[in-house]
């Protein structure tokens, strides 16, 4: 007799996929419609972040190419180092207004937490990011950041592994290592964003748990069409 057929086993590549669907389901990953609160323009901070992190790595990378000789002495040269400088303050400006925005509003709640800490730990790897790039410019500025920076840290015991007025040091920190993190904590943001969709403001909140208190099954009808979106919710 012969044996019984045995079902095969998942490969790995299958298990990988469907944990990866299970995580983020596509219609939560690209949803076509978000809820009606996200038109106000607390929200647009986040998107602003985004954006000009994007020219910032771009000009960064055509400045890495060419290097200091280039930013420095010709005219071209000078527009992307300005491009590159002001996308970093429009960066961090749009940064710190979302981050306060999103403390006032609570974005933790909700099972919210990684998405408030992956933003938050964001934030504070962009600053040295920051710091890495101003004692890269080759300058007096730079220059002077570094040796006034330098006190800074020896005081607080991180001057032996971490020298602003090592040039290569700081140009692999600030066009390599501190970009990947930041990139990689911002993928990480998104993601988890798009899973467990935008923070609700504390009044939608309110509604819903009135709705809920009130109704007679104790929670199950489902909200108002005011307060979801005509869309897919996120």
């Known amino acids: 007799m012969s044996a019984a057929p045995r079902t095969p086993s998942k490969s790995w590549t299958v298990k990988v996929r469907e944990k990866g669907v299970e995580a983020l389901p596509p219609e939560r990953l690209l949803p076509d419609g978000q809820p009606t609160y996200v038109a106000s323009w607390i929200y647009v901070f986040g998107v602003a972040s985004i954006a000009s992190l994007i020219v910032i790595i771009g000009s960064g990378c055509i400045l890495a190419l060419k290097g200091p000789a280039w930013w420095h002495y010709t005219g071209v040269g000078h527009f992307f180092n300005s491009i590159h400088m002001w996308s970093v303050e429009l960066f961090f400006f749009a940064m710190v207004v979302h981050l ?17 800490v992956t933003g938050a730990i964001t934030f ?11 004692v890269s410019q080759q300058n007096f500025d730079a220059q002077w950041i570094s040796t006034q920076a330098k006190d800074g840290l020896n005081s607080v015991g991180v001057g032996a592994f971490f020298n602003v007025t090592n040039f290569g040091q700081m140009y692999s920190w600030h066009i390599l290592l501190l970009p990947i993190a930041v990139v990689a904590l911002v993928s990480a943001h998104v993601l988890l964003v798009r899973r467990n969709g935008v923070v609700p403001p504390f009044e939608i909140d309110t509604k819903k748990a009135a709705i809920a208190a009130a109704s007679p099954d104790g929670g199950g009808s489902p909200p108002p069409p005011s307060l979801t979106s005509t869309g897919a919710q996120s």
């Open 100 to 116: 306060w925005g999103k403390y006032w509003m609570a974005a933790w709640r909700g099972g919210r937490g990684r998405v408030w």
């Open 124 to 134: 504070l790897i962009a600053v040295p990011a920051a710091l890495t790039g101003y």
